[in-house]
């Protein structure tokens, strides 16, 4: 019964590879996030979804590619990664009306060789 | 540069002790929020502050809110080793279409 859940967990990769992190939100929300947090915890929006659209687009190399194939889903695409892609990534979501209160995943730490 | 920013980067305190955070920012907001980050999960919504309010209470945590000083704080009363965590200030910026500016975080440690 998990409300937002990503996958996987913790991904290890060589430099130049592409990988994906799925984000899964059961809470029935109509946005969701995908944001990095760098080993000083900094935490910063890369996107934003609201039923299927993207409404925020922040300064982000165009390696990053979200997709939202339904309101429920948002996956994070990454193609030829480099060392400073190692962060922990967290998928979030929030419901209209509710003054933009996030539900956070657990997060997935992805690791850059 | 980010929106919110907390003050102290860490603070140590011992079980039973209060522990006071403070968050400053720099445009108008909607809201203003806290949360909790435990080492290695994802963040967890602590409570919401309004613009047009000053202070809010849920169970041991106060926060207040002063828009004039683009300012507000945190207080945990009655502090425990289980609030040992990060704690971050989310501003909720006027016209910014459902984006949270995330300020870098305190680091509280509450010693048994």
């Known amino acids: 019964d998990t409300a937002v859940s990503q996958t996987p967990k913790y991904l290890v990769t060589q430099m130049g590879n592409d990988k994906s992190i799925k984000c899964e939100q059961n809470?029935?929300?109509?946005?969701m996030y995908w944001y990095k947090q760098d080993s000083k915890k900094f935490l910063k929006i890369m996107f934003s979804y609201n039923n299927k659209e993207l409404i925020i687009n922040e300064t982000v190399p165009n390696r990053f590619s979200p997709k939202s194939p339904d309101k429920a889903h948002l996956n994070l695409h990454i193609n030829s990664l480099e060392l400073g892609d190692s962060a922990v990534y967290f998928c979030?979501?929030?419901?209209?009306?509710?003054?933009?209160?996030?539900?956070f995943g657990p997060g997935t730490r992805l690791t850059v060789l | 540069s980010q929106q919110g920013e907390e003050d102290p980067q860490a603070l140590s305190i011992q079980e039973g002790e209060n522990a006071t955070m403070n968050c400053s920012y720099k445009t108008s907001i909607n809201n203003l929020q806290w949360y909790r980050q435990n080492s290695g999960r994802g963040l967890v919504h602590l409570i919401l502050?309004?613009?047009?309010?000053r202070e809010k209470h849920s169970g041991r945590l106060r926060v207040t809110l002063d828009t004039s000083k683009k300012s507000s704080s945190l207080l945990i009363t009655a502090s425990r080793a289980a609030d040992t965590a990060s704690y971050f200030c989310?501003?909720?910026?006027?016209?910014?279409?459902?984006?949270?500016?995330f300020g870098k975080g305190t680091l509280l440690t509450v010693n048994p």
């Open positions: 989310a501003t909720d910026v006027r016209g910014s279409n459902y984006k949270l500016t």
């Open positions: 979030a979501s929030t419901p209209t009306g509710a003054l933009n209160t996030q539900y």
């Open positions: 502050i309004r613009s047009n309010e």
């Open positions: 809470l029935g929300h109509d946005t």
